[in-house]
């Protein structure tokens, strides 16, 4: 798709280079696959949240090989309260396949990453792009959200569309790999940090001067209304109260013991069904409860 203003490269990989986070993952001593770990677990959880949890995997399983080790129970439990835990098994189930398949080494071109077990089109163009400086587009909600204000002139990033969003953000990147790869960290940067989607800090913004959004008079959003996420009585947070149950024990428990966490017995069997349909629950041959991988 063609672009109404080309973004800066330079002035944002300044910016970037100045203002930047000195986050773990980032610094250079950082493996691909604490790099590939980073990126399972920002997926939906903040970086603050992330940073802590994220050094303790890193020391306890420095490498694929070593997480794949793990019962997928252990890895659960070592997941804790970061949320969607589907994502620990499926870091696992990668884990696993690059261990026995690429020699213990994360995979540096974005096909063979994308042919592992749970990383899809976001995570394989991150890896490539992060832990090997390749060029990629790296496409997440705060990038779509700069293209969209900074490139289109628009309040917002529209309905998401994986093929038109890559295309967009591969216009922007130039053809220097490493530049590239600089590139697609610092556009997620600014929009983590200065344009972020309430209030957006425009005065401090190093594209300030080209912006399309500034220059089309800042015009208000005009897309489909973005989903309010709320937590407080959804699956999802019945989901966490019943797995926090099984983390806090090694022993499987009877169902009595799940019902307890929640009142409405319809919506907690619902949430009891679905972990175990997700695998993130098992049931042992006498009926009881067990994360998964314990107790076969
Ligand atoms: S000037 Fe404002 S809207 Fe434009 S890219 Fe910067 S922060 Fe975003």
Redesign the pocket.
Same mark, same amino acid.
């Given at each position: 798709m063609p672009t109404d203003t080309a973004l800066d490269t330079d002035t944002l990989l300044t910016w970037f280079a100045e203002h930047g986070r000195d986050l773990p993952w980032r610094r250079p001593d950082c493996t691909p696959w604490g790099v590939l770990v980073s990126e399972i677990m920002l997926q939906q959880t903040p970086v603050a949240r992330v940073v802590p949890l994220w050094e303790e995997w890193l020391d306890r399983w420095p490498r694929p090989s070593a997480l794949a080790a793990a019962s997928q129970g252990e890895v659960l439990r070592a997941w804790g309260k970061l949320g969607y835990p589907r994502r620990a098994l499926r870091l696992h189930a990668a884990a696993a396949a690059i261990a026995r398949d690429h020699d213990d080494v994360v995979p540096a071109d974005v096909d063979t990453l994308l042919a592992l077990p749970g990383i899809g089109a976001y995570t394989a163009r991150a890896v490539a792009a992060f832990a090997y400086g390749r060029r990629a587009p790296v496409v997440d909600t705060n990038v779509r959200? @700069?293209v969209a204000? %900074?490139v289109h002139g628009a309040g917002d990033a529209g309905r998401p569309s994986t093929t038109r969003d890559m295309a967009d953000v591969e216009a922007l990147l130039p053809a220097e790999e490493s530049r590239a790869a600089r590139l697609s960290a610092a556009l997620m940067e600014?929009g983590a940090l200065?344009?972020t989607a309430r209030g957006?800090?425009?005065a401090?913004?190093? @594209?300030?001067d080209s912006? %399309?959004?500034?220059r089309a008079g800042?015009p208000a959003y005009e897309g489909p209304a973005k989903p309010v996420q709320r937590y407080g009585g959804t699956d999802r947070h019945v989901r966490g109260l019943l797995l926090d149950v099984l983390r806090g024990t090694s022993d499987p428990v009877p169902k009595e013991r799940l019902d307890v966490v929640w009142s409405r017995a319809g919506q907690r069997d619902r949430c009891l069904d679905s972990l175990l349909v997700d695998g993130l629950v098992e049931q042992t041959a006498d009926g009881r409860f067990a994360l998964p991988g314990e107790h076969r």
């Open positions: 959200r @700069v204000r %900074a600014l200065v344009c957006p800090r425009c401090d913004c190093p @594209v300030y912006c %399309a959004w500034q800042r």
